[in-house]
């Protein structure tokens, strides 16, 4: 009877649950280093969304690396919405699971990057060896210290970034590849995390330059060396583009359409890139940009889409089995 | 003696038979269906424990083995041999077996020599160390790791005394073995410290009275005994290692050729979602870690039958 009596408690605290439900549940998948982003954008837009609609917005993160992450989204992680570091790892939901249309990135402004990096040097203190630009990367007992771009998002702009001023500077694809192949021998240990390099850099004290996102850098500047480092930023970078997007099927079937989009939305507003600047990210709104302009200096970026062909063809070119980046440490014979 | 020493062997053969449990069982299935006027046993239920192991290994063991084998047999042969035995691949399985293997002998060494003082001596603080010994066991696997590299890296406590004498550690497959030696030698210690304290002193004693010197009565009364035991901690330490990733993967330095294990590449794999590549390398991995523990068992088999003969 008593039982009876609990399990009719139960429902009727199940059925009064939605009722009551002025509160809303978001999950944000996410990359690695973008936890003290999020947090502070998710406070930001929480306020917001009460004070439009009245109702309060929880927004769950969940952080790791960017191909894992998308994975855990293919497999059944129910992400409301993901901002991952590449459009590929985005692709591979929208391909692999359909979870949203293949012409994702065309929804939202600036290829659906609300805000945008580069990639920059970490030196130490004093820069001893005098690094300044990627050709200073090749020198012999020059140590660099950078993660797999077979494992990590993250390295794949690094690499992309050298083989890009390789090509700029030397010519031609062939001069391209000697040049990374040349960088790649300088690296004593390949972390298979951004966070890991970084850590290897920073803390162990291994290397003579990290190659790094600039918010990274920025982070492990401020956080872990407070005057042991340096940014040395290169004449020319890549365009890194973490892009952001809402996972249709999800929202659909969580009936957080509305929500999931404003959010995304918040992004791209004066309030939400004055935060995202000062979490090292390059912001969108020009305003903001100017505002932050000492912070980010004026670099040449190369684009994947212009310059590279875009993701999927960059993928499959140069961290593919037998691709480029294997091809400098079989020298050349493919087949991994 | 040789009575009390049977003793013992029936003492951890059920240790044993659980880690061999093929021979074990095909032979009582023999013994069912020849004899069905075969006398009870005193203890009930062999229809329902042994379809509840036949369940629990199923379900828990060889169905998401067999799943891995599925995926991989997806692929074409070339395809397979391609990802799953390219040099690449065939340099991590060298660096996995052979750090996997290399860590279980010192592990050998070290947790027989550790669980040899647990037993026999009594010292003040030794529940703390018995304690410690089963600290690698809770430890997430990558703690471990970063603690290790901490140590090894040449700005480290160890590492900065080595790095000057030209030996690296850390991102070398010598960090590898120290990895897995952390993460195996509670596996020894914990097998062979039951044996050795079944054993008791008494044994030794004897052997003494009738002429053994100390190296005797170790080589042939107390080694016979633990071989067994010690064996399956090895091979436990061993298949543990082979398989370790979270410890590993900060202190080896991840380089192609030198220093990437085979869980590694499963990973990067994965990362290309090319999930079928992943099941090939690790379909690899069960295929040589089964064949080893097989002989690892049969070995043990063989240590049985000639002590007992």
């Known amino acids: ?39 502070a954008v998710n406070t930001g837009f929480a306020a917001e ?22 994975r855990s989204v293919i497999d059944g992680l129910e992400a409301d919405v993901v901002t991952l570091a590449l459009a590929y790892d985005i692709d591979a939901i929208a391909d692999k699971a359909k979870l949203l249309p293949a012409a994702w990135q065309a ?55 050298a083989w890009g001023y390789g090509q700029k500077a030397l010519g031609t694809p062939a001069a391209a590849q000697d040049f990374v192949k040349k960088l790649y021998a300088n690296v004593p240990v390949l972390d298979s995390g951004a966070r890991g390099s970084t850590v290897t850099f920073a803390e162990r004290g291994i290397g003579d330059v ?62 939400a890139q004055e935060i995202i600047a000062k979490n090292g990210y390059r912001p969108r709104d020009p305003a903001v940009a100017k505002r ?12 994947i889409d212009r310059n590279f062909g875009g993701w999927t063809k960059t993928q499959a070119r140069f961290f593919a089995d037998g691709g480029i980046f294997d091809q400098i440490y079989t020298g050349g014979a493919p087949g991994l | 003696m040789t009575i009390y020493m049977n003793e013992v062997a029936a003492g951890f053969a059920s240790r044993i038979t659980a880690v061999a449990p093929m021979p074990t069982s095909r032979q009582v299935w023999g013994v069912a269906s020849s004899n069905p006027s075969r006398p009870r046993s005193i203890i009930p239920g062999f229809g329902l424990t042994m379809g509840i192991t036949l369940f629990a290994v199923s379900v828990i063991v060889l169905i998401p083995l067999s799943a891995v084998f599925i995926k991989a047999a997806g692929m074409t042969g070339a395809q397979f041999a391609a990802t799953a035995l390219s040099r690449r691949a065939l340099d991590a399985y060298k660096l996995s077996f052979g750090a996997a293997a290399a860590a279980a002998a010192l592990n050998a060494v070290f947790g027989l020599v550790t669980a040899w003082v647990l037993v026999r001596y009594e010292l003040p603080g030794k529940r703390i160390i018995s304690a410690l010994v089963d600290l690698p066991f809770a430890l997430p696997t990558a703690v471990a790791g970063i603690a290790l590299t901490a140590l090894y890296a040449p700005n480290g406590w160890i590492g900065r005394w080595l790095a000057p004498q030209g030996i690296t550690i850390a991102y070398t497959p010598l960090g590898v073995v120290i990895a897995l030696v952390f993460v195996g030698l509670p596996f020894v210690v914990r097998t062979v410290e039951p044996v050795l304290a079944d054993l008791g002193g008494d044994v030794e004693e004897a052997a003494a009275t009738l002429g053994a010197s100390r190296f ?9 005994a633990i071989g067994p035991a010690l064996l399956t901690g090895c091979a436990l330490a061993f298949a543990r290692a082979v398989g370790e990733y979270g410890s590993v993967i900060f202190i080896a330095g991840n380089m192609p050729f ?29 295929v040589i870690s089964f064949a080893l523990l097989l002989v690892i068992n049969l070995a043990q088999g063989w240590q049985r039958r000639r002590r007992s003969a």
């Not at chain 1, 009460?50 to 917005?57: A, E, L, N, S, Y």
């Not at chain 1, 809402?246 to 509305?258: M, P, Q």
């Not at chain 1, 000492?294 to 684009?303: G, N, S």
Request: proline share 7%; net charge positive.
């Open chain 2, 216 to 224: 005797q009565t170790f080589r042939r009364v107390v080694l016979p």
């Open chain 1, 210 to 271: 990290l190659i790094a996102w600039e918010n990274e850098a920025q982070l492990a500047d401020q956080e872990l060396g407070a005057g042991k480092f340096e940014i040395v930023v290169p004449s020319v970078s890549v365009l890194a583009e973490p892009p952001v997007a809402v996972i249709d099927k999800v929202v659909d079937k969580h009936g957080t359409r509305k929500v999931a989009e404003a959010y995304l939305s918040y992004l791209y507003t004066p309030a």
């Open chain 1, 107 to 161: 929804r939202l402004p600036n290829n659906s990057t609300p805000y945008y990096s580069t990639i920059v040097f970490l030196v130490r203190k004093g820069n001893p060896k005098g690094i300044h630009d990627w050709g200073d990367l090749v020198k012999p007992g020059v140590k660099v210290i950078t993660p797999n771009p077979k494992t990590s998002g993250g390295a794949r702009w690094n690499f992309l970034a």
């Open chain 2, 258 to 286: 030198k220093s990437e294990i085979a869980p590694l590449l499963i990973i990067v794999q994965l990362e290309q979602y090319n999930v079928a590549g992943a099941t090939a390398i690790a379909a690899t991995m069960l």
């Open chain 1, 49 to 70: 969304w009460k004070k439009k609609t009245g109702d309060d917005v929880v927004i769950n993160q969940s952080h790791g690396g960017s191909g894992k992450q998308a």
């Open chain 1, 1 to 39: 009877m008593r039982r009876i009596a609990l399990a009719a408690c139960l429902m009727i605290a199940s059925l009064a649950a939605p009722a009551m439900a002025a509160r809303v549940e978001l999950l944000n998948v996410s990359y690695d280093p973008t936890r003290e982003l999020y947090k």
């Open chain 1, 292 to 303: 932050y302009a000492a912070r980010f200096p004026t670099i040449q970026l190369f684009q």
